[in-house]
């Protein structure tokens, strides 16, 4: 019997073979150089960095914190490296560890980093993001000039009543924890949580609220559900690493902010059309819709609404802020002390007003050592305007490049803190 061998079904065979592994081998190639970009332009970079993920793979699948893991990049760089490159997947970033260069590109340098890096104005229904908080030059810096005179010093003072007031429902809470003059067990964080949810409504939304008696009302569930759902951990890592993304995701998938914009147009008609006033900021929205008009940021419509975004930024910070130093001060006992006879003389000098807060130093430092520790806001970026120079080196930054500073990483150094682990205030 004879066999006959067909050579073209043999070369089929081999171009099925070959063509994948050559678009492979391709694509290896092609990744390899992508993340060697700091390598090439004589910048220090990360030894372990992943081939598809690049330096923020527990990042990106949720494993640990962003701010947390770009703290951990910090720690693994080169200890005498004024600055690290490493990559969001194939993404060039710069992380800068030496105070001087980032005093330099932070202030005297501002004009060629005034914008962040996830700014922009493709997010289109966040309460967070269309202010101070997220906007671009030169619609940043006009917004600026407008929003600085409505939270001075004088401005602070007239909301101080609606502050103190808004502390009344906390403390009938924290006196019915009180058994036999006796306090149980509190969770801190959530009156905290509550205390500020409260506080932003009504300073920011002019509305009183009140999260220690309704917990479950309307406007807490939702506030809750905005800051703590996996929807917004999904947000927050997009905004700030792959803004890219914002547009092709769709920002109502990110941000749902329809129940807070009721309260809001609400409290703005009702005062519109009563003329009522009491001294908060929906007072000082209605000035500015108002007055005069830019187009490079019109404040009407939703403009108005995103500026009261600023205090549901601070949401989050301002709680966890008020946490760690409680917890920190509960650890050390001395401190708890000297910090309650400092509150107790300034009020005893000055009563509850304004001045006395001001002058209770011993519990700012406090508050100052507890946010070192456990920095609220644990990243800074910025995005390269132009191609920069660092000074004194011969490193170009690109245009385009996000530049990122890590407070974990800052804080913790101790280079820069004697026992940074320790609560020294």
Not at 49 to 71: E, M, S, V, W, Y
Not at 189 to 210: F, H, P
Request: net charge positive; glycine share 6%.
């Amino acid at each position: 019997m004879k066999v006959f061998y067909d050579r073209s079904d043999s070369q089929s065979l081999l171009y099925i073979f070959i063509l994948p592994v050559t678009f492979l081998l391709i694509v290896y190639f092609y990744c390899l150089h992508r993340i060697s970009y700091w390598k090439r332009r004589g910048v220090q970079q990360l030894q372990s960095t992943d081939i598809i993920f690049g330096d923020f793979k527990n990042g990106i699948l949720f494993r640990t914190a962003p701010g947390f893991h770009l703290g951990e990049i910090y720690r693994k760089a080169p200890q005498d490296a004024p600055y690290v490159g490493f990559y969001i997947f194939h993404k060039p970033c710069l992380l800068l560890r030496d105070p001087e260069i980032i005093k330099q590109i932070l202030i005297r340098d501002f004009d060629h980093f005034s914008d962040r890096h996830f700014a922009g104005p493709q997010q289109k229904d966040s309460i967070g993001m269309r202010n101070l908080f997220g906007l671009k030059n030169p619609a940043w810096k006009y917004l600026r000039s407008k929003i600085t005179p409505t939270l001075t010093r004088g401005k602070l003072k007239q909301m101080l009543p609606l502050m103190m007031e808004t502390t009344q429902p906390m403390m009938e809470y924290l006196k019915n924890e009180c058994v036999n003059d006796k306090i149980k067990v509190i969770d801190a964080q959530e009156i905290n949580y509550k205390y500020t949810a409260d506080l932003i409504a009504n300073v920011a939304l002019g509305t009183k609220t009140d999260s220690f008696q309704y917990p479950n009302s309307d406007y807490s569930k939702s506030l809750m559900e905005f800051f703590h759902g996996f929807k917004r951990m999904v947000a927050l890592v997009t905004v700030f690493f792959m803004p890219e993304l914002v547009e092709m995701i769709g920002s109502p998938m990110l941000f749902d902010s329809t129940f807070v914009r009721k309260l809001f147009w609400s409290a703005v008609k009702f005062r519109e059309k009563s003329g009522f006033k009491r001294g908060d900021y929906i007072d000082s929205i209605i000035q500015l819709k108002n007055g005069e008009k830019n187009s490079l940021y019109r404040l009407e419509g939703d403009n108005l609404l995103f500026q009261s975004g600023t205090f549901f930024s601070g949401f989050e910070s301002s709680s966890t802020t008020a946490t760690f130093t409680l917890m920190e001060l509960a650890k050390k006992k001395e401190y708890q002390d000297r910090a309650r006879e400092d509150i107790k003389k300034a009020i005893d000098k000055h009563r509850w007003t304004f001045e006395a807060f001001n002058d209770m130093k011993y519990l700012d430092q406090c508050i100052a050592e507890g946010v070192r520790l456990h920095p609220s806001v644990s990243t800074i970026d910025r995005y390269t305007l132009q191609d920069y120079k660092i000074p004194d080196t011969n490193i170009i930054i690109e245009k385009g490049t996000p530049i990122y500073i890590s407070l974990y990483g800052l804080h913790g150094d101790p280079k820069f803190f004697d026992e940074p682990e320790v609560f020294n205030p």
